[in-house]
């Protein structure tokens, strides 16, 4: 169920959700659905040609995983802003795990804002995030 | 290099229309289970959905063909969203315009110049309402790309 407004507040927290292990046919898959065809995301030689080890996730991948994570919280047609910073690059066979809280409220026009993060297992942010949700 | 006198340029307008069977294919490559994305006909596109413009811009007109940066040495800092209300749903057709909002340079902590270029792409309904703005930061590396420049 979508919280309602009431049991909205600032430190209200979406409770913490593990994706994967991420595998290379989903970062195929998201390549696929968005039309981001880079080859440093499936291409090892393009990859290590460019000074990497492997090809790695799109940026844009674990920051639309976060928006699902969020949607699924606080519904697909509740969202008013969304916006990512790219942190530290994610590769085959991370397992990651989405998280956020409320950090502000407006009264006037019914919205809450969040603070959102991907973290790396083992690692750091992957993706930080803010979003804006109207809630009824 | 990238061209700084890029700042301002556009894009020409085209349109995208956003299809229900590309929110659904979509939601599921972002791992999302919401029924609104993958069973209504008129599904409301997901937060990040707007990246599939792509498949609309017309070849060889994008604006980063006038800024002129170097694939290899490109990173993506961010990305934003806003909504004007509700998300735009399935069966709409959108009117889309990018343009460069700003280019600036930052010394990187080892060293090498990095270059962020900023770019604003409107969506606007048949109405011509403004209905969502994609803001996007792209950065060029001085050395090879790696994140612990950033």
């Known amino acids: 169920m979508t919280p309602t407004w009431d049991e909205l507040s600032i430190g209200t927290e ?5 994706y994967g292990p991420l595998t290379r046919t989903d970062i195929v898959r998201y390549q696929g659905a968005s039309g981001d065809f880079n080859p440093i995301h499936h291409d090892d030689d393009f990859a290590q040609s460019a000074g990497y080890p492997t090809a790695f996730s799109v940026g844009m991948l674990q920051a639309g995983i976060l928006a699902s994570y969020a949607t699924d919280w606080l519904g697909p047609r509740n969202v008013r802003a969304f916006g990512v910073q790219l942190r530290e690059q ?32 083992g690692g750091g942010a992957a993706i930080t995030g803010t979003a804006t949700f109207a809630v009824q | ?77 961010g990305q934003e969203y806003v909504f004007h209300g509700p998300p735009p749903v399935a069966g709409t057709e959108l009117t889309v315009q990018t343009r460069v909002e700003d280019i600036y ?39 090879p790309a790696t994140k612990e420049d950033a």
């Open chain 2, 105 to 143: 340079e930052k010394e990187g902590r080892r060293g090498g110049v990095m270059t962020f270029v900023v770019t604003v792409t409107e969506f606007r309904d048949a109405a011509g309402i403004l209905v969502a703005e994609a803001r996007s930061t792209a950065i060029e590396t001085g050395k």
């Open chain 1, 90 to 121: 994610v590769w085959p066979g991370d397992h990651l795990v989405c998280s956020g809280h409320v950090v502000a409220r407006d009264d006037a026009d019914r919205t809450v804002d969040l603070e959102l993060v991907v973290t790396r297992v």
């Open chain 1, 14 to 18: 979406c409770a913490p959700r593990e």
């Open chain 2, 1 to 77: 290099m990238v061209d700084k006198s890029a700042v301002g340029a556009t894009d020409d307008a085209f349109t995208m229309p956003v299809e229900r069977g590309k929110i659904r294919e979509f939601a599921r490559a972002t791992m999302s289970s919401a029924p609104e994305y993958a069973d209504d006909p008129v599904a409301p596109i997901p937060p990040t959905f707007l990246t599939t413009v792509s498949f609309w811009s017309p070849p060889g007109q994008s604006v980063f063909a006038k800024v002129k940066m170097d694939l290899r040495r490109l990173l993506h800092g």
